[in-house]
Every structure is written in structure tokens, then in C-alpha cells.
């Protein structure tokens, strides 16, 4: 679409800058899962999951919402990639999985290699997004920078 045309980025939940760390793999098997009707209502243990040959990764994010976040990494992703994620929150003592689907990628140092992923959350469960959620309001309390 074109800017000056009238587009406007709508975003359903409200993003806030923060850097966490974060552990991926990305997962081989996408049209098994998505054919689940549960895929969204069960717990990732549950789901069928092949992290494949793909070694785990550290990155970090940029920013964080309810319903997604966006990471920073030295490795590609493909468009529409699932991606198991490791979230770690400061105080809880296991990280966060969380279910996503790669929606973006853009080079964020030129020349660099380095990527920023837009990822959105396709499964979490319901008490680990009340600690994501948590963890927003704190940041909002605290002055936090929303995007």
C-alpha cells in the first residue's frame, strides 16, 4: 500500500521497546500443525513438534506485546517459518514457550547480516500471557516506551 494514500500500521495489541533473551529453533513440520484444529487451545508439549536438525538460537527482542513480538538475530527466517520460542521474563525461573509465526523480516544493519523478525503468537498458554501482559504493564509503569 501506499503511504500517501491513506495507509496507516494498525496493530491490535499495544507494543512496548524492551530486550529480553530469547532462545528459538524454528520447526520443520508447518502443515501438520496447522491442519490441528486444537493447535491454538493445547500447551506445546502437547503439539506434535519437530524442532529437525535446526540448532537452537540466541537473540533477543526489540519489542514485545501480547500478541507478538519482534527479535533480533544473526540468522534468516523465512516468511510464514513457525518458530518455537524461549522467552525469558526477569523473575520467573523457566522461560516462557511460546508457539509464533515469522510475519516480517527486515535487515537491520545493512551489510551486517543481522535480521529483525516480526513474530506473531499463534499458541501460549493462558497463564503465560497473563505474564506477558504483566510484564507490559510493569514496563508501561515504569516508563516504559511504547511503538
Not at 524461549?86 to 544493519?109: G, M, Q
Request: aromatic share 6%; charged share 30%; no cysteine.
Amino acid at each position: 500500500m501506499d503511504i500517501n494514500k491513506g495507509w496507516l500500521e494498525r496493530r491490535e495489541f499495544e507494543r512496548v521497546k524492551d530486550v529480553l533473551k530469547v532462545v528459538y529453533y524454528p520447526i520443520d513440520n508447518k502443515e501438520t500443525i496447522m491442519k490441528s484444529d486444537d493447535y491454538k487451545d493445547t500447551t506445546l508439549e502437547n503439539l506434535k513438534l519437530n524442532p529437525g536438525k535446526n540448532p537452537v538460537v540466541n537473540a533477543i527482542t526489540d519489542d514485545i506485546s501480547k500478541g507478538g513480538l519482534a527479535i533480533l538475530t544473526d540468522k534468516p527466517l523465512a516468511l510464514g517459518q513457525l518458530v518455537i520460542i524461549d522467552l525469558f521474563l526477569p523473575r520467573l525461573a523457566k522461560p516462557i514457550k511460546l508457539l509464533t509465526e515469522v510475519r516480517n523480516i527486515e535487515s537491520y544493519v545493512k551489510g551486517s547480516g543481522s535480521f529483525r523478525a516480526g513474530l506473531k503468537i499463534i499458541s501460549v498458554s493462558k497463564s503465560d500471557l497473563q505474564r506477558i501482559e504483566n510484564y507490559i504493564l510493569e514496563i508501561k509503569q515504569k516508563g516504559g516506551k511504547n511503538v
